[in-house]
C-alpha cells in the first residue's frame, strides 16, 4: 500500500520533464548522473494551459455528480 503515495510523486516527476522547457527551467532526466534536461512544453502555452484547465474541470464536474449526497 506504500506504493500508492508514491504514484504522485512519480507522475508529478514524468509530467515535469515533458512540460518545463530548456529557457525557463530544464528538468534533468537522470539527475545525479547527468544534468541534461528535456525541451519540453512550457505551461503557458496556450493549447496546453487549456488542455489543463479542461482535463481539471471535467475531473471536477465528474467528482461533484457521482459523490454521494447524504440525507440530513
Known amino acids: ?6 504514484l504522485g510523486w ?3 516527476v514524468a509530467i515535469d520533464v ?3 522547457s530548456r ?3 530544464p528538468a534533468p532526466i537522470l539527475y545525479p548522473f547527468t544534468q541534461e534536461g528535456f525541451d ?3 505551461w503557458n502555452t496556450p493549447w496546453l494551459l487549456f488542455a489543463n484547465y479542461a482535463v481539471l474541470s471535467v475531473t471536477y464536474l465528474l467528482l461533484y455528480l457521482t459523490r ?3 440525507v440530513a
Do not use: E, Q
Not at 1 to 6: A, D, G, K, R, T
Open 68 to 70: 454521494k449526497r447524504t
Open 1 to 6: 500500500m506504500w506504493m500508492v503515495p508514491l
Open 10 to 12: 512519480w507522475s508529478h
Open 40 to 42: 519540453g512544453i512550457a
Open 23 to 25: 529557457d525557463y527551467f
Open 18 to 20: 515533458f512540460t518545463n
